[in-house]
DNA sequence: CGCTACATGTAATGAGTTACATGATTTT
DNA sequence: AAAATCATGTAACTCATTACATGTAGCG
């Protein structure tokens, strides 16, 4: 799992609290990574049942007890082994691309208005990125490691936006050509 | 879910077995919708419980007998009506962006050699991509609606993995220089 | 007075993988 | 003799989402 280790990842970096931690992954990682709170909690009482992390409650007057995580030893090495040892290659699932497969049952206009559709929010996705990418590369030089690896996570998104991009694009002429010749 | 929904797409051409539908899946979506026989078991009762599907038993004697699924008219609007209406995009989850971003945890050369890893996988699967798409333009005219669909999806995976193999190559030259800088 | 931020969780459900279980026929 | 093909499934487990549940403090 995943989650267990960029949980670790972050802890790695700061010691704290479930919330904090939706945060950070809301701030860095969402674009390749959601996680809900309602999954971060249990994952974290696993992970220090399993000793990779200690508690450390903070009693507090005005909010709920905060429930500090520290990393361990022990979870600092799981988080190691887990970074070096190569990934299985995940299968991606693409429900979109079953639809475009049995496009050809369904007016062509319902599928191109789709295509759009998409198209749209590519093009939104891809600003968002560039904007991020920008901010990091005028807040830090690349030459810090953090950054660089930081940055290279946005330029995958920017990249794959582009891509798609492209493809939706072309997608939408093919089909409309495709109509061009049936009428 | 989209397995029963592709599932109703195959059967809107031919009737088949589980069998067979996980040959069909292996044929042509298997690079973006990968099905395994003990799901696609349970997902043709539960369609023939809702009515979507009807069975019918071919009594073999050379091998078990075999349970073939027609589709039914409610059915084939369920198919209809999912084609039609636009899918919420969908979150991707990509762990080893995770382990990129958290890379600066470990030798850097462990990271080029992983990303060099992906990067022969990605060159074979666009080889494979490149050569399903000669195959796909050699044997119909685009002309074709069901062509053009099929072959939009497999124009996706070869953007996409141009798009990386691009990624892992400027990703990994950024790392060496960084690690040329640190020298 | 209601919304947001802080702060924690549980329970139910869905979707998918892996392991287990069976058995005949055909090809290497 | 072993492996692949045809043909069916169940059970356990993992991972993630959605709904439910609680409560304070501060801001507009």
Known sequence: MSLKHAILGFLNYKSMTGYQLKQRFDKSVRYFWNASLSQIYPTLSQLKEDGLLTLEVKYQDSSPNAKIYHIT????????????????????????????????????????????????????????????????????SLKNSFTLFESLTVDYGIKSMEAVIAWYRESIEKIESLKRKEM
């Open 73 to 140: 030893d022990k979870g600092r090495e799981e988080l190691r082994n887990w970074l070096i040892e190569p990934l299985e290659p995940q299968p991606h699932r693409s429900a979109f691309l079953i639809k475009i497969f049995f496009g050809a049952n369904i007016d062509q206009n319902l599928i191109i208005s789709q295509l759009n559709q998409r198209l749209e929010l590519a093009e939104s996705n891809l600003a968002k990125y560039q904007q991020i990418r920008n901010e990091i590369t005028e807040n830090h």
